[in-house]
């Protein structure tokens, strides 16, 4: 069974950064590509990034283009989620989810929820002053 746990996220001024991690165990980490998603109050859930199982292939929702990078550490079995130039609308839950990647390594990873099989409990991220 894969588990992921997040972690990082908290309070921020507008304009500043913010790491988050996804730690996967319980199966082969380099089987499984990642997604993070996020979910703001009375909003569904959205996929802001993700990245296929080999990491050659990423895929960014346009409103974080330039701000947000998604990368793997295979050392450390983690997904991180950089996100700089951080805005109020940026508040949300996020949440990292994985699912079998594909045998093509230039198939890019899913973006949408119902595709993925593991979730995460999410980490709470919030930008004010």
């Known amino acids: 069974q894969v588990q992921l746990v997040e972690s990082g996220g908290g309070l921020v001024q507008p304009g500043g950064s913010l790491r988050l991690s996804c730690v996967f165990s319980?199966?082969?980490?380099?089987?499984?590509?990642v997604g993070w998603f996020r979910q703001a109050p009375g909003q569904g859930r959205e996929c802001v990034a993700a990245?296929?199982?080999?990491?050659?292939?990423?895929w960014y929702v346009d409103f974080v283009k330039g701000r947000f990078t998604i990368s793997r550490d295979s050392a450390k079995n983690t997904v991180n989620l950089q996100m700089n130039s951080l805005k109020p609308e940026d508040t949300a839950i996020y949440y990292c989810?994985?699912?079998?990647?594909?045998?093509?390594?230039?198939?890019?990873?899913?973006?949408?929820?119902?595709?993925?099989?593991?979730w995460g409990q999410g980490t709470q991220v919030t930008v004010s002053s």
């Open positions: 989810a994985s699912v079998l990647g594909s045998n093509n390594p230039t198939t890019g990873p899913p973006t949408f929820p119902s595709l993925y099989d593991y």
């Open positions: 319980g199966r082969t980490f380099s089987d499984y590509a």
């Open positions: 990245i296929s199982r080999t990491g050659g292939v990423t």
